[in-house]
């Protein structure tokens, strides 16, 4: 797909701007390793103007997230579960620990199953970002979801587009062979509504059924 959206004015006018873009990156990754060692006053010190900590000068990144390039400028600290929900509007990502122990979080990232609270957005250049709002396609919902229904796999629902996200890896990285292989994989993606072996028998009839997830 060659969709592409410029968010906050941030365009970069050609292969020159992409090529600086990169340096700045680098730069700005090498400056934030070294800085991480040093005590606080001293980088307070270090930075002035507007590259304070409480301050820092926008980065830009360039990422694809369901088939639609994204450049942003962005703060260096931004997570990608903020830049999905408050930047991007794409709030089918939830947001529930913000500290990698639920599982609310989960987007497939290059393929890979990946915590959006855990990773910083910088950190995805010219990646490919998935989120729940990619799996439904031309109105019709991914067999995943259907089965979420089928099964009652949720009830209030907050942690339902992870565990369909974490599922849905699952089922593709074949470690969906039982209910208990199932129940470890899953293990990340808490439910306070208890609604796990509906969830289990969601992710198994899919797995058996051969569909293409
Ligand atoms: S919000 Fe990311 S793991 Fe809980
Ligand atoms: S359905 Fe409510 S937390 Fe899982």
Redesign the pocket.
């Given at each position: 797909m060659n969709n592409e959206r410029i968010v906050r004015g941030e365009e970069l006018e050609n292969e020159a701007d992409f090529s600086e873009e990169r340096r700045f990156f680098l730069k700005q990754s090498v400056a934030m390793a070294g800085l991480s060692f040093l005590p606080v006053p001293f980088v307070t010190a270090a930075g002035g103007g507007d590259s304070s900590p409480g301050n820092p000068e926008p980065v830009k990144v360039t990422l694809t997230v369901n088939g639609t390039r994204h450049r942003l400028a962005i703060d260096v600290r931004t997570t990608l579960?903020d830049l999905l929900r408050e930047q991007l509007a794409l709030t089918g990502t939830?947001?529930?620990?913000?500290?990698?122990?639920?599982?609310?979080?989960?987007v497939h990232v290059d393929g890979q199953r990946t915590?959006?609270?855990?990773s910083f957005a910088i950190m995805q250049q010219s990646k490919k970002v998935h989120t729940i709002e990619s799996l439904a396609k031309n109105g019709s919902l991914h067999p995943l979801q259907q089965a979420f229904i089928k099964h009652d796999g949720f009830q209030c629902g907050y942690c339902t587009p992870?565990q369909i996200m974490s599922g849905v890896s699952c089922i593709r990285e074949k470690k969906a062979g039982s209910a208990e292989e199932i129940q470890e994989y899953m293990s990340?993606n808490l439910c306070r509504c208890g609604a796990y072996p509906n969830i289990v028998n969601a992710i198994m009839e899919v797995k058996n059924s051969g569909s293409q997830v």
């Open positions: 579960l939830k947001k529930g620990c913000d500290f990698g122990q639920c599982g609310a979080c989960t915590l959006a609270c855990l992870g990340g």
